[in-house]
């Protein structure tokens, strides 16, 4: 019997396309606004992981014409200081969006310093406001991750109105956002977690599968319904015996790829979607700055 292959959602594709339409609609804009999109993205400490994360987001920025105003702190930089960073980036009309790069050392508190940011310039859609204008349905900055989930979901026309869409994953970041822009869409939507109770039962259930654990190659082929659309949001670094690293998903690519009917690549995915509705959020907050100061 043939092995059917799932088509790849391909997220390295949209997000070159996305950044290709932004930097057009700024090419318009800046000579109206007399300035480009501002973008501060605030790093804490020495973590390569993040180094690369803050390096791939500049050089997006760059791509498309937002200016960074990104900021570098050394790791025992202090709360008060950074809040003030925060207050004054928050008064400067050149940024737009400003982001806090997770994780951050232990003795500063993320959840502290996404308060300090106005809920207009929060580019990474994680401030309370923004979450709470998602509850309620009502515009808003939305969390890059899930709105990018989103955004490729929309892309390949997979229809989510009264599918079964599971979430594996509760977090602030993704698995609760998701939800409730799954359920928005009109899935019905159910969250799964680590102490789900018999995770096979509930994930072969799923039209739509979101793996947003970060545990690698969880979510394996027999846990998958048959032409599922299957995202995977992890983002694991794996060392093979040899000592080469590698990023892997949550999800066991090779044998579930044979099982669904969509599914997404780590890398390439859902990664570079991240970064492209980071910078729709930029130049979503610098398009309505720039409308209120005309009217």
Do not use: W
Not at 123 to 130: E, F, I, R, T, W
Not at 236 to 246: E, W, Y
């Amino acid at each position: 019997m043939e092995t059917k292959t799932a088509k790849l959602l391909d997220g390295k594709a949209l997000a070159a396309k996305i950044q290709q339409e932004l930097s057009v609609a700024i090419t318009q804009l800046q000579p109206k606004i007399g300035r480009p999109p501002g973008l501060a993205v605030l790093m804490v400490g020495d973590n390569p992981a993040s180094a690369a994360y803050v390096r791939n987001k500049e050089k997006a920025c760059a791509k498309v014409g937002i200016a960074s105003f990104g900021k570098h702190f050394p790791t025992q930089t202090t709360l008060e200081e950074l809040e003030e960073v925060i207050a004054a980036l928050n008064h400067d009309e050149r940024v737009d969006g400003i982001l806090v790069q997770l994780p951050l050392p232990n003795h500063l508190d993320a959840v502290t310093l996404l308060h300090q940011i106005d809920p207009d310039k929060d580019a990474d859609g994680l401030h309370p406001v923004n979450l709470g204008r998602l509850v309620r349905g009502e515009n808003g900055l939305r969390s890059c991750t899930p709105a990018g989930v989103m955004r490729l979901l929309q892309e390949y026309d997979i229809s989510l109105q009264g599918k079964q869409a599971v979430v594996v994953g509760r977090s602030i970041l993704v698995g609760k956002p998701m939800a409730l822009m799954l359920l928005e869409a009109d899935a019905t939507v159910t969250i799964a977690h680590s102490r789900s109770h018999d995770l096979k039962t509930i994930t072969q259930n799923a039209d739509i599968l979101i793996a947003a654990v970060g545990r690698p190659g969880l979510i394996s082929a027999d846990m998958v319904k048959p032409s599922a659309v299957v995202v995977d949001v992890g983002m694991n670094r794996v060392t093979d015996a040899n000592g080469k690293s590698r990023l892997i998903g949550d999800v066991d690519f090779e044998s579930t790829a044979d099982v669904a009917g969509f599914i997404t690549p780590v890398p390439g995915g859902v990664g570079p979607m991240t970064v492209a509705i980071l910078l729709e959020n930029t130049f979503a907050s610098y398009s309505k700055a720039a409308k209120e100061e005309r009217e």
